[in-house]
C-alpha cells in the first residue's frame, strides 16, 4: 500500500475518481465545483501533486489526460480509521464505534446494517478474517 496519506482535499478527488473508476481534470472539477467553490486550475493543481505523490496515475496517450486512482478505497478507510482510533480513542475499537454511534442520529437500516454485521463476525474467528461490510 502507498504509505502517503491523502490531505482532506485529495480525499474528496479521490472519492469522485472511486466513483468513476476513472476521469479528466474538468470530470472531477465540475463534481467539485457543484459541491463548494474551487477553481478549475486548482483541481488540476491538486491532480498533478497527487500523481508524483503516487495517488492517481495519468493517462497521457489521448489530447485530454484521463486520471485513475492508484490508491484503494479500502486501503484508505482502514488507514485512516485506524488513525482515528489510536489517536482519538487511546487505541479502543469499543470507544470508536459507540463514538461514531453517539455523534448523530442513526437509521434503523444503519442500525440492521450494524447487527448483521456484528452476527456475522462473531461467527468467524474474531480476529481472523472480519466480513466486509
Known amino acids: 500500500m502507498n ?7 485529495e480525499l474528496e478527488i479521490l472519492q469522485v475518481l472511486w466513483q468513476f473508476k476513472k476521469a479528466t481534470v474538468r ?3 465540475e463534481v467539485l465545483a457543484s459541491k463548494r467553490d474551487i477553481g478549475y486550475t486548482t483541481t488540476l493543481k491538486l491532480m498533478q501533486i ?3 505523490k503516487k495517488l492517481l496515475k495519468r493517462d497521457t496517450n489521448q489530447r485530454v489526460h484521463i486520471y485513475q486512482p ?3 478505497q479500502s486501503s484508505v478507510e482502514q488507514s485512516l480509521m485506524q488513525k482515528i482510533k489510536k489517536n482519538l480513542f487511546r487505541g479502543s475499537t469499543s470507544q470508536l464505534v459507540i463514538g ?3 455523534s448523530d442520529p442513526i437509521s434503523q437500516s444503519e442500525l440492521q446494517e450494524i447487527r448483521d454485521y456484528l452476527n456475522s463476525y462473531e461467527k468467524t474467528n474474531h480476529s481472523s478474517n472480519p466480513p466486509k461490510p
Open 27 to 29: 470530470q472531477v472539477h
Open 50 to 52: 497527487m500523481t508524483e
Open 100 to 102: 461514531a454511534l453517539s
Open 70 to 72: 492508484i490508491i484503494g
Open 3 to 9: 504509505n502517503v496519506q491523502p490531505t482532506e482535499s
